[in-house]
């Protein structure tokens, strides 16, 4: 027969023992009573109990100190105590130490049934939680993370060193190289996961907006604060900030944010209240930080508080092996938020990627891979589906906006035998600037005359 | 033949045992015999709560069982208690042959409202089912409406019936077959 719970009552009087036990078990519980403090422990080294009744006068080892033990033991038991007379102290004491709730003796039978009934509810539903977040977890693990080449295997392997601990991480790397899903893998990884991640770019904010951003305002800071605003290291609160493209930020903000990260307190932009704050940093930046020190745009400081753990992210271009797990990773990606069912690429133009500069690394990649998707045939993507650049252009030799304007302008004027009155009415200028722009671009008619 | 038997403890009406007779004999299928002897429950008595100890109770009225005793069922109006609780309804020895049940609590009178003599007969009544549902080891039954449901406070008592839901009737018929030799 299925019970409504596992009952401990630990009591050194017998009466008590034998009538609240015999109680419960009316009630349908499952009861085990015993008499100390020793007994208690030893067995619940061996067993789990949900609830224990514990009383708080017993000779040897009192209830209080026996809830902090078993909690040693078992951190997920709810211990009530119960005692002979209520008082502030015994009440502190108890619920300082992590007891569920503390009851006066003797219990009336009906608080006693419904605070039972509501410890085992409270913590069916803490378990559920805790289960539902872990299911949720791995549902939203970072996924976009793929490589298999030996630079992304060190940061994966510094991912996974550095995720549990706090440390603060300094992330570096060219622009699309995925620093904000290293950074979500660590915070993914660390105790913290359950709590926020606030990721802020820094870069994007001017100096005043990135400071209410960060610290928040009080009303009336400023023109337009109408309302109290949080910043984002307190929403943050028990998680993680993630401070993209640091290096982009001022001195006088950057002098904010060493206090902060000192402190681990803020104050609000036109307040003078200060709140404590329970983050974990997490940095990125594009730039090279030491130059910028020597340069006296960034502080030392600051760089040493952020450079605890750094992590280098690799350019795509020195990490060519992945191209193809990438691009098949996008395929996929994307074939579903497209419902079309294209399931791989033509080999050859898997080479033609494995051979491109990507200077935008994989989110330039990735936009590729999307852009080819959307014009792509079902079931596989072929050359002519994506934009190659040249050899030329690979190079970092790409056209200037002039040659551009001379190769099309000389097109246009040639397609119309010469006809610079219709030549300017296509490319809709007067005909005394394609005049001058001829000119300019060295143009003779003579060409045009032998045809 | 065996005998559910009821025990007067103390000043308790003749004609509320004469009530509780069909409902307990209905419910269990068992004949009921309201004994005429009497047990003083002044050895249980606690000065300072003004309570009477119901499992000391229990333990005397063990020396009433004879031989014809299914179960015995004490009925008093005294105030009952065990040491850790501030009151108890009554009292059963689980899977055992006694149960003792007070009325004192189920007076309306006793919460300041006028008495009701309906009411109260249909409480104790309950109750008396309940007590005697736990000597046929039946626990608390999760159905609001059965007479073994949990009830703390007399809200609680009414709410529920006087007879046993079908899954706790299931037990307690079998149990009552077996060990009163009688099918009533």
Redesign the interface.
Known sequence: MSTLGKLLIVDD?L??R???G??F????YDVTTLENAGDALTQLAAQRWDVALVDIKMHGTDGIELQRRMHEIDPELLVII?TGYASVETAVAALKNGAYDYVT??????D??HLVKNALAHKRTAQENVLLRETVAEVARPEDMVGQSGPMRKVFEAVETVGPTDATVLITGESGTGKELVARAIHQASSRRFHPLVAIHCGALTETLLESELFGHEKGAFTGAQFRKKGKFEIAEGGTIFLDEIGDISLRTQTDLLRVLQEREITRVGGNQTIKVDFRCIAATNKDLEKLIEEGKFRPDLFYRLNVFRIELPPLRERRDDIPPLVNHFVQKFSMAMNKRITRVAPAAMNQLQEQPWLGNVRELENAVERAMVVGQEPELKEQDFIFKSQGAANGSSKTLEDMERAYILRVVEECGGNQSHAAELLDIDRVTLYHKLKKYGWTRTPVETR | MKLLQLLPIGNVDDGLLKDLRPAVEETFHVSCKVLSVRLDPEFAYHGERQQYHS?EILRRMQSFLTDDSWRLLGVTAVDL????????FGE?Q?GGPCAVVSAHRLRQELYGLPADPKLFRQRVIKEAVHELG?TVSL??CDDYRCAMA?S??VEWIDLKESTLCTACQSVATPATKVSSGHFF
Do not use: C, N, Q
């Open positions: 009087e009466s008590v034998d009538s609240l015999k109680w078990r009316e009630e349908g119960m003796k003797p219990l009336d039978p009906d006693i049934a | 499992s208690y065990i040491p850790i609780l501030t009151f108890v059963a689980m736990h626990t608390h949990p703390h406070a």
